[in-house]
């Protein structure tokens, strides 16, 4: 039995969460799961293996991949890691560039037909990380800052009087306010706050060096939230951009192999 090369099971790796799934053509097929890093072999090795599709993965934790790659060994699965150098269509990357970031990029560019302008890609995960390109896919640069929960938990561990709050207490918040009346709300609105006006003051800085309008990508676990709060154009929101970049950057490494 042969694969087409079109049918995947990919696996992205983040700094707090794996998420995967089994993708073909570039289209997420059945269910899509995100959970903590879990017990690798409770992964569908039976089923990937009756697909006989590769598990594709992408991320920086190098025990999390050698992991997998043992374990689709012992299921005699076809292993594939992503890296800057296994792709061909962000140019001018540096070498400690994350892949997540360079797999957002190449699913935003995949997203948007008929492209003139730079991409702006903000995921908004456990780290904050902005990365851009210009429409050939030449890397622009970007910047990285903490998220929400670490932000949430670095003012409770380093501080001696505030508590710590769940992020999940956002549900309730309806709109920002400047003028919080206690201490859980002041530190929850003054988190969310921040990544909001991050957005603008990042914009205006892109707007300065490269004196060009950019689409404005959304994703990660917390773009959702935010975006509920920006006064922001967002061109995409894609929960699943960084694995579909995945995907688009396998079929690169296909077509550079047989170059």
Known sequence: MTNSQNKIFAIDVGNTNIHWCFMENGTIQGEYKRNRHPELSLLPWEEIKKQNCPVVIAGALIHMNDAVKTIASDHKVNFIEIDINKQSIIKNTYSTLGIDRVCNLVA???????????????????ATTITSCDQHGNFLGGMITTGCEIELKAISSKTLSLPHVEMAKEQKIKKLNPLCNNTEDSILHGTIARQVALIEYYLNLFKKEVSLDAKIVFTGGNASIVLRFTDKKCDLHDPHLTIKGIYHCYQSSLISSKI
Do not use: A
């Open 108 to 126: 935003s560019l995949k997203s948007f037909s008929n492209l003139n302008s730079p991409i702006i890609v903000f995921d908004f995960g456990t």
